[in-house]
């Protein structure tokens, strides 16, 4: 008898502890899952602004495609549109790529920094994109470059995604947005206006002290 209620004992013990482990893997997925909405509507958000404007830009071919006038050209001008936004797209591909492989159901804190790529030398629309990452009080550094490169076969471009950095200080720039958001220290990043010329801004999406936060930073150093 003894042994009987001892086995059941035990046997609640493990029940209890797989419902345990179970409710909180659930939760991890929940939280994750709105993570990663927050940072579709994020960037998503940001996509259509940049549509807006390039319209607003062009007020005739505007006013032409309220009148539902010059379809050839509406499409053209869409196309264009499309591509001076689609490094939101990238931003939020990798982003997410990086959420899911690195801080999957992790709490420790870290910074994924998303910008257009410093070394930009294609001439098309669309922009290339740089976006680092790394876990607080860590050194490996986790990078996704995308950029353009002609095939001459295809006679086209295609995107190509790689870890190349592109005598890009991507260490020194980590290290300015880490002190700024993990412990407040004054340089040239902020997420405020300065009221002066930035020479660039990052769109971050980050876990500081167990919160999770997006939000864009400037930087005012002289030197992207």
């Known amino acids: ?5 001892r086995l059941y004992k035990i046997l609640f013990y493990v029940f209890s502890c797989f419902v ?5 893997s659930i939760k991890a997925q929940n939280k994750n899952e709105k993570i990663l909405k927050k940072v579709t509507k994020y960037f998503g958000e940001l996509e259509k602004e940049g549509i807006q404007a390039c319209i607003h830009n ?9 009148q539902g006038k010059y379809e050839k050209k509406y499409d053209i001008f869409m196309d264009g549109c499309n591509e001076s936004v689609s ?9 997410k790529h990086l959420l899911t492989t690195l801080y999957n159901n992790k709490d420790s804190d870290f910074i994924i920094i998303n910008m257009i790529n410093p070394k930009d030398r294609s001439t098309l629309i669309s922009k290339s994109t740089f976006t680092f990452s790394r876990k607080k009080n860590e050194k490996e550094l986790y990078i996704i470059n995308n950029h353009y490169e002609y095939n001459e076969e295809k006679k086209k471009y295609e995107l190509i995604k790689d ?11 980590m290290k300015l947005i880490e002190d700024y958001l993990y412990y407040k220290k004054e340089n ?7 009221n002066k ?10 876990r500081i002290n167990g919160k999770f936060l997006i939000k864009e930073v400037l930087d005012y150093s002289s030197e992207n």
């Open 20 to 24: 345990m482990l179970y409710s909180s």
């Open 1 to 5: 008898m003894r042994e009987t209620h």
């Open 197 to 206: 010329p930035y020479s660039g801004s990052y769109y971050v999406v980050a």
């Open 58 to 66: 062009e007020p005739e071919v505007a006013k032409a495609i309220k």
């Open 188 to 194: 040239s990043i902020s997420d405020k206006s300065r």
């Open 163 to 173: 870890s190349s950095i592109s005598n890009f200080n991507v260490e020194e720039k």
């Open 87 to 95: 490094h939101y797209g990238l931003f939020e591909t990798d982003t």
